[in-house]
């Protein structure tokens, strides 16, 4: 196994995708946790006889309509984000790595359940879904979180399902089978070790969709409380101002973008080191 | 079909080259594309939709700016920069007692659909329909005192007060319980007007079609018999809640006139869009922030003070209203009887003070949670009582809605949420009259418009008399006195009138009333 850890590690050094996406990836992370030490100024603090200032040396990405320093508010913005894509990511994985599992393995009756319920989640266009559930709960982080794992944990489940499906017929299964092994046996030696990897290639391709969910919906202004500085309102601070500064907007867009190429480059990267068919292929 | 020849038929895009075309389609979205609106065709945006077309429901401007259009009142707002009014249904109408108003109707005037001529009958059975306790009309208060209307010929009546009723003239005769409706029309449709079919109408425009949460489509009314006909084919009132996506629209071609938000007055002012012109008007609306006195966190009065004091309203009217505003004294705006020339409390506020108060009342961490709608100036505004609130020690947890859930918020009738609204950041329109202010804060408002639940005594009384009184220094005094009492029971923090920026196109000729809220009806072609 950790052999096979270093042949991937060594295989995605290789790749300049996958080393674009870790040098994106790793930039944003460091910053959003070491928010506090970087950010030039408190994020809350105003300066109002700086209100709408474009980029400079003083202000780095210029303020928004309060005077408060829009870099600093990114950076806190960026651990809001992870927080929010992190969480929502591991639960909603997590959830549906156990109900495709079962949905795999269990009988034809639950499996056509899950696969029912999967598809009718899935069904719903997920903002206007995550606005559903937003209007029903109470304004803040958890309420984001939860509706993010709501809205994407049918995606996990619907891959793990065919995953397990596929697995579970195959030659070495039955063989397992023929020996006697244990159920614990052939899910947790067999199965899931197998289902990993693509469930871990959509985990990094669905972080960003999660994060710009959570921005979305501050945007719409259901997400996180006005004040609060998601990349989502600093977006729609920019939106509310842009005949003031374009500044606000392209700011706070930036951040989503980087995420966005970060993780789909390193998802896609893992994709053609994870899949045999496309390894081959080369 | 074969790989090869699919690929011809439907070409593949690589992740990468769907990424950029999604780029480019959104960079060209953005481009603006000029869409005037057709000739002939007026679209005038509201920010809140009317309710439906039934007066005896009406709440507000939405419903003022569709019946303007589309009924007729005895007496009308003029259109410019001094409050006054125009003979409209009416012949002739005068002040005959303290306790009566005659009226003499013009004769052939028509409502729509062969309903025939408008009557005294009508007239008498418009408001007798507020007064009926059966259809809970939200605009009783306009009434005041009104008892019955007396039908004394076909085109004539009079109003029969219990007291005198000053206000009547500026806040109900004009307005949304002056509204004219068809008696035949509504007995015919069982009572109510609701939107199911259009309305019979009087005015110089016909409903033609609504689109919930969008428009509602009005048409020329080929009936009309009055003396402004309407100058387009068709009007559309356009709900767009948000002042900014509105200001989009309108430089888009798709409004031809908005008001915008204090934060463009400055850009506009010196450099408006090509084709647009922009109006300032001195506002008559009125912004608080109130606190739910019977809510356990707000029952201590050195609480609500303290609060009082922690909010700096200066602060507030730089931030959200670009300095453009001034900080109000009171709920009655200045160049109307019983403006306050100044607030007890200092607009600047004063933190050690709240702190102070707090302290005395034994609270600690007090963390409180303030309503605003989901609108820029407002969510502004929170944030900047936020920041300064803190300063005594106050957490501020900010709370935003949507129109909709927003004014539900208090409302006894739409729901328990009452019971946890704490605090509140409001803003309620205004009429050329003061007891239009004071009404909505006695007690029996209480659930209704009154979501502090404020209960006093002499503030009831002094509503009531101050409404009957017609020495006019006397009244000033009474509503003076009246915002004092708001103020000492702490549940009320004063900030603005606000000022009312108004853009639109300089093919339109707008015709506003003196605070600048459009009267749809009097827009022309320039």
Request: glycine share 8%.
């Amino acid at each position: 196994m950790s052999q096979l850890r270093h042949t991937l590690i060594g295989r995605l050094a290789r790749d300049p995708l996958a080393v674009m996406a870790i040098v994106i990836i790793t930039t944003l992370v460091t910053m959003a946790v070491f928010a506090n030490l970087i950010a030039p100024y408190d994020y809350t603090a105003m300066h109002m006889s700086e209100r709408f200032a474009a980029p400079s040396a003083e202000f780095w990405l210029g303020t928004d309509n309060l005077g408060r320093d829009t870099f600093s508010r990114l950076l806190q913005g960026g651990r809001i984000a992870l927080t929010v894509g992190l969480t929502a990511v591991v639960i909603s994985g997590l959830i549906g790595l156990v109900l495709g599992m079962i949905a795999g393995f269990g009988p034809r009756w639950l499996d056509n359940a899950l696969l029912f319920f999967f598809d009718t989640l899935r069904a719903y266009p997920t903002i206007i879904l995550a606005l559903a559930l937003a209007a029903l709960m109470p304004r803040g982080l958890t309420t984001v979180i939860v509706v993010v794992v709501i809205t994407s944990f049918a995606e996990y489940g619907r891959v793990v399902r065919t995953q397990t499906l596929s697995l579970k017929h195959s030659e070495f299964i039955l063989a397992e089978r023929a020996m006697g092994a244990s159920f614990g046996r052939i899910v947790f030696h067999h199965i899931l070790p197998n289902v990993l990897g693509p469930f871990f290639i959509l985990a990094a391709m669905n972080l960003p969709v999660v994060i710009t969910i959570e921005a979305g919906m501050s945007f719409l202004g259901v997400g996180v409380p006005p004040g609060t500085p998601s990349w989502g309102a600093t977006l729609k601070d920019g939106f509310d101002h842009i005949r003031q500064t374009p500044w606000l907007i392209l700011s706070g867009g930036l951040p989503l973008i980087l995420v966005t190429l970060g993780f789909t480059f390193l998802g896609e990267a893992l994709r053609d080191q994870l899949d045999p068919k496309l390894r081959s292929g080369r | 079909m074969s790989k090869t020849a699919m690929h011809r038929a439907f070409p593949v895009l690589s992740r990468r080259q769907l990424l950029a075309g999604a780029a480019g389609v959104s960079a060209a979205a953005m481009l603006p594309v000029k869409a005037w609106a057709q000739e002939g065709q007026l679209n005038i945006r509201v920010y809140t939709e009317p309710d439906d077309f039934d007066p005896v429901d009406a709440s507000g401007f939405g419903e003022a700016l569709l019946y303007g259009a589309i009924y007729r009142n005895l007496i009308q707002y003029e259109p410019g920069d001094d409050w006054s009014y125009r003979l409209d249904l009416a012949e002739s109408i005068e002040q005959t007692s303290d306790t009566t108003i005659e009226f003499t109707l013009k004769e052939g005037q028509m409502w729509s659909d062969g309903y025939g001529e408008i009557t005294a009958e009508d007239v008498a059975f418009t408001f007798e329909r507020i007064l009926d306790p059966e259809m809970n009309s939200r605009i009783l208060p306009d009434i005041g005192t009104l008892a019955r209307v007396e039908v004394t010929g076909r085109y004539s009546g009079v109003f029969h007060f219990d007291e005198a009723f000053a206000p009547f003239w500026w806040i109900a005769l004009p307005y949304l319980a002056g509204t004219i409706v068809c008696k035949a029309a509504i007995e015919e449709a069982g009572g109510r007007i609701t939107t199911e079919v259009p309305p019979t109408v009087s005015g110089p425009y016909r409903v033609r079609e609504l689109r919930p949460g969008e428009r509602w489509v009005l048409e020329r009314n080929e009936d009309y018999t009055g003396d402004i006909p309407a100058d387009y084919e068709r009007l559309d009132i356009i709900y767009i809640g948000d002042e900014a996506a509105a200001e989009i629209a309108l430089e888009a071609g798709d409004l031809d006139f908005t008001e915008v938000s204090p934060g463009s007055v400055g850009r506009l002012q010196g450099n408006p869009p090509e084709g647009t012109a922009m109006s300032m008007h001195p506002s008559l609306f009125y912004v608080w922030v109130g606190m739910n006195m019977e809510h356990p966190k707000f029952q201590d009065i050195r609480v609500r003070q303290a609060l009082q004091y922690a909010i700096n309203v200066n602060a507030i009217i730089e931030a959200a209203w670009y300095g453009v505003a001034e900080p109000s004294t009171g709920i009655i705006a200045p160049g109307l009887i019983g403006n306050r020339p100044e607030s007890l409390i200092p607009p600047q506020g004063d933190p050690q003070r709240a702190a102070e108060l707090l302290a005395e009342a034994g609270v600690e961490n007090l963390e409180v949670t303030l309503n605003v709608l989901n609108d820029v100036t407002f969510t502004t505004a929170a944030q900047v009582m936020q920041a300064t609130m803190a300063q005594a020690g106050i957490q501020l947890n900010i709370e935003v809605h949507e129109s909709g859930s927003f004014w539900t918020l208090g409302v006894e009738a739409d729901g328990d949420r009452w019971q946890d609204l704490e605090m509140i950041m409001n803003r309620f329109s205004m009429l050329p009259d003061p007891s239009y202010a004071t009404a909505w804060f006695i007690s029996e408002q209480i659930g209704d418009w009154n979501w502090e639940r404020f209960s006093n005594e002499e503030f009831d009384r002094l509503h009531r008399e101050a409404g009957t009184e017609t020495d006019d220094a006397r009244r000033d005094e009474m509503y003076r006195r009246a915002q004092d009492i708001m103020e000492e029971s702490g549940a009320y923090r004063f900030i603005t009138h606000g000022v009312t920026p108004n853009l639109y196109h300089d093919n339109t000729v707008p015709g506003t009333r003196p605070d600048g809220l459009p009267l749809a009806q009097y827009f022309r072609r320039a």
